[in-house]
């Protein structure tokens, strides 16, 4: 592994330091000369992240510190930064001659309605100010230049300075994002709110371009051929990051990817696709002002005890060993290339989303009228991902036959088994029904994908456990189930694991949802709304779990292979009344719970007092407050 060596990332280095002070390029140069020391093996080396970038997010916008707004602050940060990547790589190149200069930058480009060209001439020649300056290509005589001259009392000489200090990239590494791209339109009323802006000049909403051009954006491949044709040195794609599910992540690099190898093949001198980041990210879907806690995984999943390989870890290595992809969800296009993309009124003709060059194996689903079965319908839909979903009379998941026929038919690639008897109370009465819908039917589809060599996902319940604790219950803790219907998940753990060691066994808790009423929280607000109180139980402490990341997880880990008891449930114990009144509250709606013990509900099946799920394996979903924004979110969007 060879690594290029990276000083600052989108920020100023200690607290003494600011974009805005040649302090900080002095004080850089002298970082990257210790650096070099302690390091002089290294050769690729990045001193400044994104320059332009950083100078728009941290002294234009005012995202980042030091949260300026200003022209001449934001051509200053411009300045400082390139200032510093120069003095750094003649700091370094005092100790290691050979040293590379991996220049980075996120090269978006904007489009724009015709009486907004102006607007999207500007910033497209913005875009590449960082590395004209470090070529010593930036003059007062350039659109950028006389704009910083004229526009943001950048001295002239100050321009001279790069041009007598030229330090052009040895490698022009190429950031791009789904949002890179933006669409400018003076067109108010169509967007959001949030999305409205201006120059000074002129009102306008400034939105993503892959959510409103019909054509779609030029993407990674056109804005490679813009790089290799302006500037003529080595380029990379130096970030290949999507934040997204996981085959939209394997969609996204393989797409980096083919570009790549397109343009080389074309003739340009492509030195690599980096995956980016290889640990995963955190915080970034907020510009790192936000929640740091939301976490996107790479090719390794660091919410565990030890990093854990995912889907995009096989990719890159297969990419790396032999340039193939076999993957069969590869096949089918991204979001970014399916009409879904379109969130605004289109501009030009909406392109079809290419069509697979071949049939590929869909996923089997079963349970179609239940809550999961539904969940994961919809979203295998949202994710393109080809399913079968069936009822019972389709699949008949306790009888080996039916099974049989069901796998000759639709031939999946793996199962879901989503169905199951879910009535708690009554499975006391009814137990033999139970048993065979949760346990014989887990266990014969468990054999028959085993025999097969499919992988299997089937879900268990936190009432396999006693409740005899207050810490939250992991994967490889004891069960003990009170119940017939605990006992029933129980069992189908063991006969599941027996007949197919490599299945994937999800625990979970008490789920909720936007798109069904059977459940609690749903139920809860409805009553509440209406003036009547709600009795729940303030002495039950159990994990509540929103249904569209408890979906999304698992499809997530499926498609990375993963095996054994997983416990997937949102990152937050309460009590069953503390959960309405979570949720009123988060609805904005008054609060009309009364606390009752348990045992006051008139409840016929035996429950423990305590069954927080957590997981010794990797907590996966965010806290259960984000969960019920995003919930009261959802089901407001339905209701509109």
Known sequence: MRPIVGLVHHGSGPRSTSLLEESFATGLAAHARLAAERYPWVEDWTPVNEPLTTARFAALYGHWYPHARDDPSFARALLVQCRAVILAMQAVREVVPGARLVQTEDLGKTHAMPALSYQAAFENERRWASLDLLSGRLTEDSP?????????????????????????????????????????????????????????????????????????????????????????????????????????????????????????????????????????????????????????????????????????????????????????????????RRPLRIEHPAVGRIEPAPRPARRTPPLLVTGATGTLGRAFARLCRLRGLPHRVTSRRELDAADPRSVARALHEVRPWAVVNAAGYVRVDDAETDAARCHRENTDAAAVLAAACAARELPLVTFSSDLVFDGNT???????????????????????????????????????????????????????????????????????????????????????????????????????????????????????????????????????????????????????????????????????????
Request: hydrophobic share 45%; charged share 20%; net charge negative.
């Open 144 to 336: 950028f230049g006389a704009w910083l001259v004229r526009a943001a009392g950048v001295d002239p000489a100050e321009l001279a300075w790069f041009r007598e200090h030229a330090c052009p990239p040895d490698v022009v590494g190429v950031n791009h994002y789904l949002t890179s791209e933006r669409f400018l339109d003076e067109n108010l009323a169509v967007y959001p709110l949030e999305s409205h802006g201006g120059n000074g000049r002129q009102r306008y909403a400034d939105v993503a371009a892959v959510r409103v051009l019909g054509r779609g954006a030029d993407g990674i491949a056109g804005i490679l051929r813009e790089s290799w044709d302006r500037y003529r040195r080595p380029v990379a794609v130096t970030e290949a990051h999507n934040g997204c599910t996981r085959e939209e992540q394997l969609r996204w690099l393989h797409d980096a990817w083919r570009a790549a190898v397109a343009l080389r093949a074309a003739g340009a001198d492509v030195r690599a696709v980096t995956v980016w980041s290889l640990f995963g990210a955190a915080g970034w879907a907020s510009l790192a002002a936000g929640d740091a806690a939301a976490y996107e995984p790479g090719p390794f999943d660091t919410r565990g005890p030890t990093p854990r390989a995912t889907a995009l870890a096989r990719l890159a290595a297969s990419l790396a060993e032999d340039g193939r992809a076999d993957d069969h969800l590869l096949a089918h296009p991204g979001w970014w």
């Open 470 to 640: 207050t810490e939250p219950y992991v994967e490889d803790d004891a069960v003990a189930p009170l119940g017939v219907y605990g006992r029933s998940k129980a069992d189908a753990e063991e006969r599941v694991l027996a007949a197919h060691p490599g299945a994937l066994l999800v625990r979970t808790s008490a789920f909720f949802g936007p798109w069904d009423r059977a459940n609690f929280v749903t139920l809860a607000l409805e009553r509440m709304r209406r003036g009547e109180p709600v009795a729940a139980a303030g002495d039950t402490v159990v994990s509540p779990t929103y249904v569209p990341d408890l979906v999304n997880a698992t499809l997530d880990l499926l498609i990375d292979g993963e095996s054994g008891i997983w416990h997937i449930a949102n990152a937050q114990a309460t009590t069953w009344a503390e959960l309405a009144r979570k949720a009123a509250a988060r609805a904005g709606i008054r609060a009309l719970v009364r606390d009752v013990p348990a045992a006051g509900l008139g409840l016929v099946a035996p429950r423990p007092r305590y069954s927080a799920l957590g997981s010794a394996r990797g907590t996966l979903l965010g806290t259960l407050d984000d969960a019920l924004h995003r919930y009261v979110a959802a089901t407001s969007a339905l209701a509109a």
